[in-house]
């Protein structure tokens, strides 16, 4: 497995400019392991995790003990923070020590809540940071074949057909043991069970219960096990409110919490251009894509976590405003995701396990919006353009497309 090179290069670009730098994202999808790697760069770093005591009566007893650091020489240190988002005055601390020592130190904020929006009444820390995300492994970053990005917007049916059984592999792989590091790098579906059981508890029974309001922690852990069987539909909130026996607004707001605390994350309907489109229902995607039993559902969910990682880099290193949506209209008719930027659609992917044939869907949506379009495939080692009036389509392996994504 690389070295997480793909996001030690986010790093590089985001550090060369700002003096300190969030990075944030699912528990566990190896921030700390990140962190250490981007600090053997430094010849003077210094680590420090809330979540140890010791580390923790510091921060309180002391909170500038990372001045006491001992160098090796006059380069500028690298100090890194875990977890201090589970500090309640957090946002102060951080907004003092970046205005006293944002010239003196480079700093690192690691956490797996959502820095960019956790306890939002504390003080501002707009202009003092960039942020950005580490998801758990997808094919992209493991093939280590990405494309520049202007190369892939400039030609997004553009696929290769390099090292498919190596690529088909590791794609199973993802799909049966997850992207998170432990279970895959295990490669033993045992693993990924134990992992799995521990993973969901720590989350729902520690994080959310310690750092949320929130009560009724057995109804929001078997609102978490519903959601698998609701992948690739639109998402009903009534129906899940009538189903657990509490209101919509408590389903809403448990839905917003697990995409906080990145057990999950959703896209919504785009409509412009689009006759009778539907407007409200998200569809929503779970980051534990083996818990999703249904294989079509489950090919879909890691369709779109592929391009959900995608949009987030692409966003976090500035090079647009990118969104993922889907499209669907009254006479239910579908097309799984559409990339766009700066509200402006880009290229329509569409996930069939099987089918290599273009559905009727995607062709009339693309016609509707006269953009690429791509239709993803679980097994193949051939691809095909399909003419469709101006435009063209590709049908090709998700493997190999998802492994070009910048």
């Not at 992207?179 to 490669?187: A, D, K, T, V, Y």
Request: hydrophobic share 40%; with cysteine.
């Amino acid at each position: 497995m690389k070295k997480r090179q793909l996001y030690q290069n986010i790093w590089e670009e985001l550090s060369s400019e700002k003096g300190m730098i969030f990075l944030t994202g699912p528990r566990q999808a190896g921030k700390t392991t990140l962190a250490k790697l981007i600090s053997r760069g430094y010849p003077n770093h210094f680590y420090a995790n809330w979540d140890i005591a010791e580390d923790r009566v510091r921060f309180l007893e002391s909170p500038l003990f990372f001045t006491e650091l001992r160098r090796k020489d006059g380069s500028t240190p690298l100090i890194v923070f875990d977890e201090i988002h589970k500090f309640r005055d957090w946002k102060n601390y951080l907004k003092g020590i970046f205005d006293d020592f944002h010239k003196e130190y480079q700093f690192l904020i690691s956490g797996s809540g959502r820095l960019d929006t956790y306890q939002k009444g504390a003080d501002s820390l707009a202009g003092r940071y960039f942020l950005f995300h580490l998801w758990p492994l997808t094919i992209s970053e493991l093939a280590g074949t990405n494309q520049a990005i202007d190369d892939f917007l400039d030609n997004p049916l553009h696929v290769s057909m390099d090292n498919t059984r190596e690529f088909h592999d590791v794609w199973n792989d993802l799909q049966e043991y997850s992207g998170f590091p432990e279970p895959f790098l295990s490669g033993k579906k045992t693993t990924y069970r134990r992992w799995a059981n521990t993973y969901t508890k720590q989350i729902i029974h520690e994080d959310i219960r310690d750092l949320t309001d929130l009560k009724s922690i057995v109804d929001i852990e078997t609102l978490y096990y519903l959601l698998p069987s609701k992948v690739g539909s639109s998402l009903s909130v009534p129906s899940l409110s009538r189903n657990l026996k509490v209101s919509f607004n408590s389903v809403q707001k448990w839905l917003g919490t697990f995409e906080s605390f990145f057990l999950t994350f959703s896209i919504s309907p785009w409509s412009k251009s689009i006759a009778r489109a539907i407007h409200k229902e998200k569809k929503l995607y779970l980051w534990d894509t083996p818990r999703i039993k249904d294989p079509g559902a489950r090919f879909e969910n890691q369709v779109a976590m592929e391009l959900f990682r995608a949009i987030t880099s692409w966003n976090d290193m500035g090079h647009g405003q990118f969104a993922l949506h889907y499209i669907k209209n009254k006479e239910q008719q579908e097309v799984d995701f559409l990339i766009v930027n700066e509200q402006e659609p880009l290229i329509l992917i569409e996930a069939k396990l099987s089918d290599r044939e273009p559905s009727a869907a995607l062709k009339k949506f693309q016609n509707q919006l006269n953009i690429p379009a791509v239709q993803l495939t679980g097994e193949a080692e051939f691809y095909k353009l399909v003419s469709n009036k101006a435009q063209k389509i590709l049908v090709a392996p998700a493997c190999q497309w998802l492994a070009g994504l910048p």
